[in-house]
């Protein structure tokens, strides 16, 4: 039986190993065209699956379907995922969490392979169907924690800031705020550690280091809440935005001078984005960085999330 959840729960261990053997057959049974194996990444994937009351799943089902070598990106990602949503509706009915199915192509994940996303992947999966993992991912290099990009840091902060905003623009689904406030106080301590080459692969280690570095139990606080999740959030709004605010400034203190260089291929790349220059202040800056300038500043001055920032996130996210 897998490992799948954070601590001892053989009862969700052996739900998830039933779930991706089914789901497993199913796949295999629809002979997707270019499709070479699917595995079950995120937490689940490498043993850190939340566990909520009851032994119920409580985190997305995160699968990772790869491509066939070669194959063209764009119409075999889009073809790829057409055909598993099938089994990516059925799944999410049956176990009550979304089952999501991201495909990749080799050259994508090879591209792609000093984002921590890739990382972990390789560092923790589930054979679904298909090749195995060790045959589909055999190709990306292992990174050490201590030297992922700068850049890393900075995509932490935009996903888990534009989170924060979504949480604060009226919703009033508790447990949405609630996930969105623990996310954003684990991506202020892992961009913290990312900055400062002290990132660890496993959440209780990251706690030990952030604590080594003065944390004062926020961030093991929502480790726990992570993977045990509790009605009662680990801390409340105010405090979240505080506290990304504050890794925000720790995270620039950091960085040099190359990592907010402007360039003519980083303008070029927002201009075939998004079909437009842009705010000249940001001009020739990475796209992940502009996006998280544009959320800074949201989040600093209490504004209400433009439309035109939430567009820029979801192209460059």
């Known amino acids: 039986m897998g490992r799948h959840v954070s601590g001892n729960c053989p009862e969700l261990d052996r739900l998830v190993d039933d779930a991706c053997a089914e789901m497993g057959r199913e796949i295999e049974s629809l002979c997707i065209p270019r499709l070479a194996g699917v595995v079950l990444g995120g937490g689940y994937g490498r043993g850190e699956g939340g566990v909520r009351s009851g032994n119920a799943l409580s985190n997305d089902l995160d699968f990772f379907a790869v491509a066939e070598d070669g194959a063209p990106e764009a119409e075999t990602v889009a073809a790829i995922g057409e055909a598993l949503k099938p089994v990516s509706g059925k799944w999410t009915k049956k176990l009550g969490v979304d089952v999501d199915f991201a495909v990749k192509t080799p050259w994508r994940l090879k591209h792609d392979e000093g984002r921590i996303m890739v990382q972990e992947l390789v560092r923790g999966y589930f054979d679904v169907a298909g090749k195995k993992g060790e045959e589909l991912f055999s190709g990306i290099a292992r990174i050490d924690a201590a030297k992922l990009p700068w850049m890393e840091a900075a995509r932490l902060m935009m996903n888990r800031g534009m989170g924060l905003l979504f949480a604060m623009a009226g919703n009033r689904d508790r447990a949405f705020i609630n996930r969105n406030v623990n ?30 570095q003065g944390d004062d139990g926020l961030y093991a606080r929502a480790v726990e809440w992570k993977f045990r999740p509790a009605e009662e959030p680990v801390c409340d709004l105010e405090t979240a935005r505080e506290t990304w605010l504050d890794g925000y400034i720790e995270m620039i203190a950091a960085v ?45 001055e209490r504004l209400a999330l433009p439309a035109s920032l939430k567009r820029d996130w979801e192209i460059f996210n």
């Open 256 to 300: 040099g001078d190359d990592d907010y260089k402007r360039t003519l291929r980083n303008a070029a790349r927002w201009l075939a984005r998004r079909r437009s220059v842009g705010g000249l202040a940001t001009f020739g800056q990475d796209p992940v960085v502009r996006v998280l300038d544009g959320v800074e500043r949201c989040l600093r």
């Open 183 to 212: 996310k954003c106080i684990l991506g202020a301590g892992d961009a913290f550690l990312v900055s400062r080459g002290l990132y660890r692969w496993r959440a209780e280690d990251r706690a030990a280091t952030l604590k080594a």
